[in-house]
């Protein structure tokens, strides 16, 4: 079997063994044992494509191609370049992450690690797609588990935000529906058949008119996911309703679907209608970024805290691409990355302060360092670095963004830049309050003095997470490198 291809096929294998399982035990180990062989795989995956990239300069490597409904020119089509790969890495470290983030799930288990691994299928199925009905497919695999997996294992209004959430997404997979069938009867415009392939599409002079009507559309229906203002309304009660996995699972990686497939779809298919709307979409982003850090000062719950760094941190890739500089493109990708790494641990911790102490409510925490050293030393390093402290990942991605965005040499560009700058005053005010209140000082409740320690299983969870964000930090050029090798096709169609 290609090497791709196991990417869907070991979830699905996982989930098949895990339906035999009984009890916790058995699900938890049955899921650790596929989700190591998904982190082995892309760990595989990754010195395989060095090799390969080495002697091929296609666009997309390891590609494979088997007709699925030939009356439509419908394809089972994939394969990867460097971003694709990265992703794919991402995806393997937080699924695992969250598997020991979950050992001690104690409601159906058996089907709490179900779902979470179709999640995971999803997520896997649509980054190695490169055929658009396929990918589509793979997108609402991903997105439909989050009703069941916040509706049955969530807490406070789960089923409010459940349905919140599936109603919001699946509006915007239909808009997304119809700007994928826009492109695609338009895509023999040159005179070829019909077809779903990406990389023949974009090959094809789409007209303009054409463009200018389906790129919204298209744009919209992935933006959604990546938390577009003001369509982003559903993240924040999604993820203070989901469980702790579900949370690092929906903000670390399925998020991360919306602005790939702006920059893989829309934009690289619909050049021209990008140019044409993107003076329009990048105000939405830039107020997204200040807006979320806004919103983020203002709350309480630290998963609302959180929730709402994620919308103005994820506004900062979608103004990333809508900026046309292949600095802040590279900003962007790797913006995706720290991201998902960063919010998956901030979720984790919080799952284990709200397991011990039962509170979310930061005036109600207080002195934590003190009895909980692990995971307050942990929560003081992820909040340095998203704040975009030197050293860590984020310092990386949002230079690449701020820089590139900046060497745009309009004003209009560049006043928004300056404000979706002025973001990262906001992020150190509510970060450096944060981790003051709720880890510094004197232990505000008696109760947490014997609260109990940071679990073997909760620390390989964290360090899974942890050792990537430093290693982005400290030796980003590689994985920069790589990422902007896979842009340059980007820049010859779009630029």
Do not use: C
């Amino acid at each position: 079997m290609d090497i791709l291809s196991l990417f869907v096929v070991v979830p699905v294998l996982t989930i098949i063994a895990l339906t035999f399982t009984k009890g916790l035990k058995q699900a938890r180990l049955v899921s650790m044992v596929g989700s190591i062989f998904q982190l082995g795989m892309a760990i595989n995956l990754v010195i395989a494509y060095f090799k390969e990239r080495a002697v091929n300069d296609s666009i997309m490597i390891f590609t494979k191609d088997v007709v699925w409904f030939e009356q439509f020119n419908i394809h089972y089509a994939i394969g990867v370049d460097g971003i694709s790969v990265a992703l794919l890495t991402l995806t393997s470290i937080i699924v695992l992450a969250g598997v020991f983030i979950s050992w001690k799930m104690p409601d159906l288990p058996k089907e709490f690690f179900i779902s979470l691994l179709v999640l995971a299928t999803g997520v896997y199925g649509f980054f190695i797609s490169i055929d658009l009905f396929t990918m589509f497919v793979f997108y609402e695999i991903a997105v439909i588990p989050m009703y069941l997996l916040i509706g049955i294992w969530g807490s406070g209004p789960k089923e409010y935000s459940a349905m919140k959430l599936t109603l919001m997404l699946m509006g915007a997979s239909a808009v997304l529906l119809v700007g994928i069938l826009g492109i695609y009867f338009n895509s023999n415009a040159d005179g070829g058949a019909l077809t779903f392939n990406i990389l023949e599409i974009a090959q094809v002079n789409i007209p303009f008119e054409a463009q200018k009507l389906f790129f919204p559309l298209t744009f919209v229906g992935f933006a959604v996911l990546g938390a577009l203002f003001p369509f982003h309304t559903w993240s924040p009660d999604g993820h203070a309703s989901a469980p702790t996995a579900v949370s690092m699972l929906h903000a670390g990686v399925l998020m991360k679907l919306g602005g790939y497939g702006v920059f893989r779809i829309a934009m690289f298919l619909l050049p021209e209608g990008a140019m044409h709307w993107s003076w329009f979409f990048i105000i939405l982003a830039a107020i997204g970024v200040v807006y979320g850090a806004f919103g983020a000062i203002r709350q309480t719950d630290l998963k609302y805290i959180n929730a709402y760094a994620s919308v103005s941190h994820l506004g900062l890739v979608l103004f990333a691409l809508l900026t046309f500089n292949k600095i802040a493109w590279n900003g962007a990708i790797l913006q995706s990355l720290s991201h998902g790494l960063l919010t998956a641990m901030f979720f984790a911790l919080i799952g284990m302060i709200y397991g011990r102490t039962h509170t979310r409510d930061i005036y109600k925490l207080g002195g934590l360092m003190k009895v909980l050293p692990f995971i307050g030393a942990i929560y003081v390093i992820t909040g340095l670095a998203y704040l975009g402290l030197p050293g860590f990942s984020g310092f990386v991605a949002e230079m690449n963004i701020f820089v590139g965005a900046f060497e745009n040499p309009n004003m209009f560009h560049r006043v928004l830049t300056i404000l979706a700058v002025s973001s990262i005053v906001v992020t150190a005010v509510y970060i450096l309050r944060l981790v003051g209140k709720i880890m510094m000082g004197p232990l505000v409740n008696d109760d947490f003095k014997d609260l109990p320690k940071a679990t073997w299983y909760e620390k390989v969870g964290i360090l899974l997470l942890l050792i990537p964000v430093v290693a982005m930090g400290v030796a980003p050029l590689w994985l920069s490198d790589m990422i902007m090798a896979s842009i340059e096709p980007f820049i010859k169609g779009v630029l």
